[in-house]
């Protein structure tokens, strides 16, 4: 179990993690996603030992592990680069912290065997790095990490190298050896798809703070502001500038320069009058009979993936995406018919703080 508690980091007078407080349960897979700069891999390396806390406390298992070094930590760490050593095999670098501790030949042998035949590398154990796929140099820093049998297991961006398929196997493979393995993974990525795939709770950075952190769902569901709510989801929510303008029986009337006009829940008052933004996903706008819908908008760009087909409507300067049925007929410069779910809408601040959020 980890306790990051209030934690800083300050290069001379630039703060690059201002202050945060995360919680990973023991046997969690925990994903720390966001964009480039946001600090992430910085607060993996803290947690590592590789780089110093200025302020706050890191908690390991109940013990405050800020001064202790590295190597001491039970902690192993899987890194962008795969680092193997070219001139060892497979079954050597896989190996070789057990042979720095001195472990007998025939230990360190069953070891290794144990790891290669958890990560499928049983084939290739004789093999150097150079005579090996992306995805298994990958599976071998991987090994050489998860021999040591640490309570914890940091990865720092380990996909970004491979190709989109090789991605996505690696991807179930991590979730597989997770499972086997029950230890405590902390894991960066910039790729949300990742996250919402393998985390078992997200952590959103964003400027060196935490945005939001919780199960994935919940993000997409219930994010707290306009940054998670646009990070999180493939392709990202739409946010389009809505003008409050009246309150009734439980309900704000909102505007929209496109022409959209609804009406939201506002049982509790929270809507402020006047300027708001108005978030909702490209699955919850459908296409509507002609004149049924809320408003109409012309299809700029139609992308079909076979069987889904994504819609982007409106102007290039305030683009909406819609998820239609991968067969419909349209095609770009048609007019189409829209209907906004009431229930998936979600209502920020002009500061992008959630007002209301979807009724999940």
Do not use: W
Not at 145 to 172: T, Y
Not at 176 to 200: F, I, P, S
Not at 249 to 264: F, Y
């Amino acid at each position: 179990m980890i306790n990051v508690r209030n934690v800083r980091k300050f290069y001379g007078a630039l703060e690059v993690i201002k202050g945060v407080d995360i919680t990973v349960e023991d046997g969690e897979f925990a994903v720390f996603v966001g964009p480039s700069g946001c600090g992430k891999s910085t607060l993996l390396r803290m947690i590592a030992g590789l780089e110093g806390i200025d302020e706050g406390d890191l908690v390991l298992n109940g013990q405050r592990i800020n001064d202790v070094p590295p190597d001491k930590r039970g902690i192993a760490m899987v890194f962008q680069s795969y680092a193997l050593y070219p001139h060892m095999t497979v079954a050597e670098n896989i190996g070789f912290s057990l042979s720095l501790k001195k472990v007998p030949e025939t230990e360190i042998k069953k070891q290794v065997d144990g790891v290669a035949e958890i990560l499928q590398l049983t084939d290739y154990l004789n093999r150097k790095p150079a005579a090996l796929s992306g995805g298994q140099r990958q599976r071998v820093a991987i090994g050489r990490a998860i021999i040591k049998k640490p309570s914890l297991i940091l990865f720092d961006e380990p996909l970004s190298n491979l190709d989109s398929a090789l991605r996505v196997q690696m991807r179930a493979e991590l979730q597989r050896l997770h499972r086997e393995l029950k230890a405590t993974v902390v894991y960066v990525t910039h790729d949300q798809v990742e996250a919402m795939t393998m985390a078992d709770r997200i952590v959103v950075l964003n400027k060196g703070v935490v945005a939001q952190q919780g199960a994935p769902m919940e993000l997409y569901h219930q994010p707290e502001n306009e940054f998670v709510a646009t990070f999180i989801g493939s392709p990202k929510m739409n946010v389009l500038p809505m003008t409050a303008t009246r309150r009734d029986a439980g309900k704000v009337h909102l505007e929209s320069p496109l022409g959209l006009a609804i009406d939201l829940s506002d049982a509790n008052g929270s809507v402020p009058q006047g300027e708001a933004k108005l978030g909702i996903r490209p699955e919850h706008l459908k296409l509507a009979p002609q004149g049924q819908g809320d408003f109409v908008a012309e299809v700029v760009i139609v992308e079909r993936l076979g069987v889904e087909t994504y819609l982007t409507v409106g102007s290039q300067q305030q683009p909406i995406v819609v998820r239609a049925e991968g067969d419909v007929t349209i095609r770009p410069g048609d007019r189409v018919s829209l209907t906004a779910e009431r229930a998936a809408c979600h209502l920020f601040d002009p500061a992008g703080r959630v007002v209301r959020s979807a009724q999940a």
